[in-house]
């Protein structure tokens, strides 16, 4: 079991930043994979930043430049940092970990956090 513990949301400007945080239960080099989702009211739920273990980094277009996804391993955690927010970034965001033991896939979910851009 791995439970995910996000924080960081908030209202922010257009053009504003925020920093999201993800801090996990267990070692992150247990983990294989790590993402940020977001679900928009009425929307799917969409991959905006994802990172494996092997320091693969993929974001979707819509955030490429403007989101980082990082990993602080000492602290178990996963951050996205996210600037020059705009207005469809409005969201709940959601951390997310891909782990496989014994070839057997687990997924685990945060609670989610709400990140309103609005003037």
């Known amino acids: 079991q791995v439970q995910l513990v996000e924080s960081g949301g908030g209202l922010v400007q257009p053009g504003g930043s925020l920093r999201l945080s993800c801090a996990s239960s267990?070692?992150?080099?247990?983990?294989?994979?790590m993402a940020w989702y977001r679900q928009a009211p009425g929307k799917q739920r969409e991959l905006v930043a994802g990172?494996?273990?092997?320091?693969?980094?993929n974001y979707a277009d819509s955030v490429k430049g403007r989101f980082t996804i990082s990993i602080d391993s000492a602290k178990n955690t996963v951050y996205l940092q996210m600037n020059s927010l705009k207005p469809e970034d409005t969201a709940v965001y959601y951390c997310h970990a891909h782990t496989e033991v014994v070839n057997t896939p687990y997924d685990y979910w945060g609670q989610g956090t709400q990140v309103t851009v609005s003037s």
């Open positions: 267990k070692s992150i080099f247990s983990i294989n994979a």
């Open positions: 990172i494996t273990s092997g320091s693969r980094i």
